[in-house]
């Protein structure tokens, strides 16, 4: 904080950052567009967003990156928070957490000294060739967002074809203690308990 003549300023973080935003949802048609209508409607540009049925299947957990400072952050969770259909939020970022993206990609590969080569990058990524054609293989490969994309880099010069990705997908590791003390503090919406 700062004092000029008597006033005393705060000073706020405004540096942009990238959140991992985990919210559970009743599983209901329509749920999906209403919370990106939402936050589209509002300005908020999500990065990356996968969906996908819990172990309830009355819930579905969906994961989305956005990229802001901690007042948007908290303003998406506040308008998330505010939906029927929303039983909990949770900023994965802000705890101990594992990330994945998963990528599906066609790269030309002719048999010979090529397909080698791209074999080889395979397996130093830890990725797996899935689908074998004549002058093609498919690829998966799943990590890190910066995994991924370091692959996508080294299989550009041989011809990527075709492409498709995951948004990525968080999870809190086990016993991760920011989390307990997040809950406790009230920062975690859970509607089950109310």
Same mark, same amino acid.
């Given at each position: 904080?700062?004092?000029?003549?008597? %006033?005393?300023?705060?000073?706020?973080? /405004?540096?942009?950052?990238? !959140?991992? $935003?985990?919210?559970?949802? *009743?599983?209901?048609? @329509?749920? /999906?567009? !209403? %919370?990106? &209508?939402? $936050?589209?409607?509002?300005?908020?540009?999500?990065?990356?967003?996968?969906?996908?049925?819990?172990?309830?299947?009355?819930?579905?957990?969906?994961?989305?990156? #956005?990229? @802001?400072?901690?007042?948007?952050?908290?303003?998406?969770? +506040?308008? /998330?928070? +505010?939906?029927?259909? #929303?039983?909990?939020? #949770?900023?994965?970022?802000?705890t101990d957490y594992v990330e994945r993206d998963l990528m599906l990609m066609k790269v030309t590969?002719?048999? &010979?000294p090529t397909r080698t080569e791209v074999r080889e990058l395979v397996d130093i990524f830890r990725g797996r060739i899935v689908d074998v054609?004549?002058?093609?293989?498919?690829?998966?490969?799943? &990590?890190?967002?910066? +995994?991924? *994309?370091?692959?996508?880099?080294?299989?550009?010069?041989? &011809?990527?074809?075709? /492409? #498709?990705?995951? @948004?990525? %997908?968080?999870?809190?590791?086990?016993?991760? +203690?920011?989390?307990?003390?997040?809950?406790?503090?009230?920062? $975690?919406?859970?509607?089950?308990?109310?």
């Amino acid at each position: 904080m700062e004092s000029d003549c008597g %006033i005393v300023y705060e000073k706020v973080s /405004l540096i942009s950052m990238r !959140h991992v $935003l985990s919210a559970v949802v *009743q599983n209901v048609p @329509g749920v /999906l567009a !209403h %919370i990106s &209508g939402m $936050l589209a409607s509002r300005g908020y540009n999500i990065d990356s967003l996968a969906v996908g049925e819990t172990e309830e299947p009355e819930l579905s957990r969906m994961t989305f990156v #956005v990229v @802001g400072d901690n007042r948007v952050l908290e303003q998406i969770r +506040k308008q /998330l928070e +505010k939906l029927v259909t #929303v039983v909990e939020v #949770v900023d994965v970022s802000a705890t101990d957490y594992v990330e994945r993206d998963l990528m599906l990609m066609k790269v030309t590969c002719p048999p &010979g000294p090529t397909r080698t080569e791209v074999r080889e990058l395979v397996d130093i990524f830890r990725g797996r060739i899935v689908d074998v054609g004549p002058a093609e293989v498919m690829i998966e490969i799943s &990590g890190r967002e910066n +995994k991924v *994309q370091a692959f996508l880099d080294r299989m550009r010069p041989f &011809g990527i074809t075709e /492409l #498709v990705r995951t @948004g990525r %997908i968080a999870m809190v590791r086990s016993g991760a +203690k920011n989390v307990d003390a997040a809950r406790s503090q009230g920062s $975690l919406r859970s509607f089950a308990q109310a």
